[in-house]
C-alpha cells in the first residue's frame, strides 16, 4: 500500500503573523497603545469627560468669543506637564495675543532652538499642504518618542498653497473643506491616537445646532467648518455656545443689575455643549466659572467650582450669612494635613480661605477629581 504524502498546514495564527511581519509598514498592531487624560481646567467639565481629553483629534467649535481659544490653551498647558510633551500651536488666523499668551499660561517659543519638553513652538502659517507636512514628519519621524499636542486655530484660516498665489480675480477654494479634512485625517488619525498625540481643531459654525432628535428638521450634527470627515474622525466635539448678560458673575451677586463702578462682572460662565462623545455624553451642556485679570493660566476660576460642589455634596451649609463646615468634611481635610474653622461667616469668606491657600486648593481639586473617576 503507498504512503500516503502528509500535506502541511498552515494555522489562522500564523498565517496572521506572517501577514503582519509582511506589512509591518501599513499598519499599527506592533506598537503600544499611549493613553492619558489630560485636564480641562474645570472640574465640571472633567467630570463629563471622566478625567479630561485623550489621544487622537479634538473639535472645539463656536461662534466669536466663545472660549475657542482659550480652552484649547488650557488644555494646551496641561498636556505639557506630561513627560516628553511638546506643543505646536498653528497660528492660521494671527489671533495669539500678548494678552492671550500671559493669561494662558503656556510658554510659547518662536524659535526651533528654542522647542524643548514643556515648550509650545508657534508655527504662523495658513497654508494647508505645508501644515499638514509638518504635523506628519513630527509624528512619523519621532524617534526621541515625543508626545505632541497640536492646536490647529483655525480650520477656516487655512487655504491650498495653489489658491495662496491665485490673483483675487480667480476663484479660491478654502482648505477647510471637506476634501482637505477628509484626506488629512485618513492619513493621521489611527497615528496620532495610537502613539499618544492629540489635535485640537478649532472652527466657527454657521449656523445654530439641533438638539432634539425628534425634531421634523433634518437631524445635524453640528454644523462646524472642516466637513464631515472631521465630525467622523473627532473623538469629541465640543460647541462653545455664546456669552449674554446673565452669564456674568458680578461683584455683588445679590445685586442682578451690572454696573461698571459699584457692581462690575468680575467673571463670567463659559457654556458648552457636547457633540460628539465616547461616554454617552452627547448633547450635554456644561458651563464652568471664568474669573477676570488673572494670568499664569488661572482664568478658571477652579476655586469657585469647589465651593459649589462643597454646597452639592453637603459638605457645607449655608444658616442665614454662616456656613458650617460639616464633621464629614473636616474628616476630608484632616486626610490630607487641612482643616477649616467649625463656621465662616459669608460665601466670600469661605472662597477666600481656599483661594489664599493653593495647598488646600490643590487638595480639594485631586480629591475631587478622585471621585469623579470613582477612585475613592
Known amino acids: 500500500m503507498a504512503n500516503k504524502k502528509t500535506v502541511a498546514t498552515v494555522d489562522s495564527k500564523s498565517l496572521l503573523n506572517n501577514f503582519l511581519k509582511n506589512n509591518k509598514d501599513d499598519h499599527f498592531n506592533f506598537e503600544e497603545q499611549v493613553s492619558y487624560r ?30 475657542k481659544t482659550s480652552a484649547s490653551l488650557e488644555v494646551m498647558k496641561n498636556f505639557l506637564k506630561m513627560p516628553k510633551a511638546k506643543g505646536v500651536y498653528i497660528k492660521a488666523e494671527g489671533r495669539l495675543s500678548e494678552e492671550m499668551m500671559k493669561r494662558c499660561g503656556v510658554n510659547f517659543v518662536f524659535n526651533y532652538d528654542d522647542w524643548e519638553d514643556g515648550t509650545c513652538f508657534v508655527f504662523e502659517s495658513n497654508i494647508y499642504e505645508t501644515v499638514v507636512d509638518l504635523m506628519r514628519q513630527l509624528v512619523a519621524s519621532n524617534e526621541e518618542k515625543n508626545k505632541y499636542c497640536f492646536c490647529l486655530d483655525s480650520v477656516d484660516g487655512l487655504i491650498k498653497k495653489a489658491d495662496n498665489e491665485k490673483t483675487f480675480e480667480e476663484a479660491i477654494q478654502v482648505a477647510g473643506g471637506a476634501n482637505i479634512a477628509a484626506t ?65 458673575i458680578l461683584l455683588n451677586p445679590s445685586v442682578k443689575k451690572m454696573d461698571p463702578k ?21 448633547n ?17 476660576w477652579v476655586e469657585k467650582e469647589i465651593v459649589g460642589t462643597l454646597e452639592a455634596w453637603e459638605f457645607v451649609k449655608k444658616a442665614g450669612a454662616w456656613i458650617s463646615i460639616t464633621e464629614d468634611f473636616q474628616n ?45
Open 262 to 282: 459699584t457692581n462690575p462682572a468680575i467673571g463670567h460662565y463659559a457654556k458648552v455643549v457636547v457633540k460628539k462623545s465616547p461616554n454617552e455624553k452627547t
Open 332 to 376: 476630608v481635610l484632616a486626610e490630607g494635613g487641612f482643616s477649616l474653622p467649625e463656621k465662616v461667616q459669608g460665601e466670600n469668606k469661605l472662597f477666600s480661605l481656599i483661594e489664599d491657600d493653593s495647598a488646600l486648593c490643590q487638595y480639594l481639586i485631586a480629591y475631587f477629581k478622585k471621585v469623579f473617576n470613582g477612585e475613592e
Open 184 to 248: 488629512f485625517m485618513k492619513k493621521m488619525s489611527i497615528a496620532l491616537g495610537k502613539r499618544g498625540h492629540m489635535a485640537i481643531f478649532i472652527s466657527q459654525v454657521r449656523a445654530d445646532i439641533k438638539l432634539d432628535p425628534y425634531s421634523k428638521a433634518p437631524i445635524r450634527q453640528t454644523t462646524a467648518t472642516g466637513g464631515n470627515a472631521l465630525l467622523h474622525f473627532a473623538n469629541w466635539i465640543i460647541e462653545f455656545e455664546p456669552r449674554f448678560n446673565g452669564d456674568q
Open 38 to 67: 489630560v485636564s480641562s481646567g474645570s472640574l465640571e467639565f472633567d467630570h463629563h469627560l471622566d478625567g479630561g481629553f485623550g489621544p487622537g483629534l479634538h473639535r472645539f467649535v463656536g461662534m466669536n468669543e466663545g472660549g
Open 284 to 300: 450635554t451642556r456644561i458651563s464652568y466659572p471664568i474669573r477676570y485679570g488673572r494670568t499664569g493660566g488661572t482664568s478658571i
